[in-house]
């Protein structure tokens, strides 16, 4: 994928990432990079600021007396990052998330574990409603340093088009 930049200025210029709506083809495969390294932190950090209270995500004695015997790391941090790692190919110039479906947890993730990405796109359409945008729908799958597949899932966006840059519109 080529990086487009805008000229801001004399000699200045600023990175614009992502797809708009024309450049997704139904069947494209996007690996996303890099990988992600997960860490006991992460985990903990994040089991505190979304609340999660149970003791198998922090307590490594806890987690040692179940048949994981270390702590797991807690699924929506496995979605959260690897929904993050998809941004820069999938949704950067996304308007809204229109929904995830078919949400899977299918292996178990540790610290320690690395995680990469991938999405396929399965459908696009232009919107109904929303002249100049579309809609655009990917199954997402992420996978250890192993290459088990951890999580998958599929998630349709609404995204500008090339004629409705609201980059250019913000100033951005």
């Known amino acids: 994928m ?3 930049a805008a000229n801001v200025g004399e000699n200045r210029y600023r990175e614009r990432g992502g797809r708009y709506f024309e450049d997704f083809k139904v069947g494209d495969i996007y690996e996303h990079r890099p990988g992600r390294t997960l860490t006991l932190t992460d985990n903990i950090w994040f089991t505190t600021l979304t609340m999660n209270t149970h003791p198998l995500h922090f307590d490594v004695e806890y987690a040692k007396h179940t048949e994981f015997k270390k702590p797991l790391i807690v699924s929506t941090l496995t979605l959260s990052i690897i929904t993050g790692m998809s941004v820069s190919d999938i949704s950067q110039k996304a ?3 229109l929904g995830w479906t078919d949400i899977k947890m299918s292996h178990p993730v540790f610290a320690g574990d690395t995680i990469y990405a991938e999405s396929k796109v399965l459908d696009k359409r232009p919107s109904k409603s929303r002249p100049g945008q579309g809609i655009v729908t990917v199954e ?3 996978k ?4 088990d597949i951890i999580c998958s899932y599929k998630r349709t966006i609404l ?3 090339r004629d409705n840059n609201l980059e250019e519109e913000a100033g951005y």
Do not use: D
Not at 144 to 147: E, L, P, S
């Open 140 to 142: 997402t799958i992420g």
């Open 144 to 147: 250890n340093q192993n290459h």
């Open 159 to 161: 995204v500008m088009g």
């Open 2 to 4: 080529v990086v487009e």
């Open 95 to 97: 308007i809204a998330n």
